[in-house]
């Protein structure tokens, strides 16, 4: 009892185009030499789910509770791969309209519609053409299901989405009190030290004497005459009158000298 059984689903059905695709049931009673067992969720196949994501392509995934009409709670993860790379601000869009597809189709469905939808393919159709507006989509799968509770009663309480909103607005409610604490701790302690410098601090004594006015006037010959007396002295100094020397060399020109040859001396 409570043990979990793994098959494909090529196995239950023999549709061979879903073999990538894991079914698992739970035994909750035996008849005999049989088990009866229930389904309790799916998933795909780490590689195949690889295969589908290529590059320069979007991948969108998401994480949903829900509950059948019946009172089953069930948390479904859809995959939706884009055609090329989108914007944050579509993924968010793609996302919330996923969101209410899918908690709409299982609020009005029982948990037996819901197994079937899910593994014949039309929820999966059903996301893909209330999304396509918003952005072409490569494929849209149900990558894994989970039964989580049975025999759920809902109630007009607040949603799970209400309640988390509900949180983040305490925690910025708690945040802005601590800030608001920080600030009136940070003022009282510049009071008092200012009221400590204050009272160390002690009055001066003395005669005062006063100050020696000075007119506008005798200012400015004073600066008159500093200005005269920092003025650089330029000394002239004179050219000499008398003329330089200049002193010249004679050159002689040296005439060559004429040797006799052989003949000539011959006939001398």
């Known amino acids: 009892m409570g043990r979990v059984y793994e098959m494909t689903q090529q196995e239950f059905n023999g549709d061979f185009t879903k073999m990538h695709v894991m079914l698992r049931f739970r035994v909750t009673d035996t008849a005999g030499q049989d088990a009866l067992t229930t389904f309790v969720g799916h998933h795909h196949q780490t590689n195949h789910i690889r295969r589908q994501i290529r590059r320069y392509r979007g991948k969108i995934d998401d994480v949903m509770d829900a509950v059948t009409e019946d009172g089953y709670l069930v948390r479904i993860k859809p995959l939706i791969i884009t055609q090329k790379r989108v914007q944050t601000s579509v993924k968010q869009a793609i996302r919330s309209k996923t969101r209410e597809v899918v908690r709409g189709f299982i609020a009005k469905s029982t948990y037996d519609g819901l197994q079937v939808a899910m593994l014949d393919g039309s929820l999966e159709s059903n996301?893909?053409?209330?999304i396509k507006s918003i952005y072409p989509c490569k494929s849209v799968v149900i990558r894994k299901s989970q039964l989580l509770q049975a025999g759920v009663v809902m109630d007009a309480g607040p949603t799970l989405d209400e309640i988390h909103a509900q949180e983040a607005r305490s925690a910025a409610e708690l945040k802005a009190k601590k800030a608001a604490a920080l600030?009136?701790?940070?003022?009282?302690?510049?009071?008092?030290?200012?009221?400590?410098?204050?009272?160390?601090?002690?009055?001066?004594?003395?005669?005062?004497?006063?100050?020696?006015?000075?007119?506008?006037?005798?200012?400015?010959?004073?600066?008159?005459?500093?200005?005269?007396?920092?003025?650089?002295?330029?000394?002239?100094?004179?050219?000499?009158?008398?003329?330089k020397e200049i002193k010249t060399a004679s050159i002689t020109p040296v005439l060559p000298q004429m040797k006799p040859t052989d003949e000539e001396s011959d006939e001398s």
Do not use: C, F, Y
């Open 127 to 130: 996301i893909q053409n209330s």
């Open 183 to 243: 600030a009136e701790a940070m003022e009282e302690e510049v009071e008092e030290i200012i009221e400590a410098t204050s009272a160390t601090m002690r009055p001066i004594t003395g005669t005062m004497t006063p100050l020696n006015v000075i007119p506008k006037d005798s200012v400015e010959q004073q600066e008159n005459v500093a200005k005269a007396t920092l003025r650089p002295v330029q000394r002239l100094t004179p050219i000499s009158s008398s003329r």
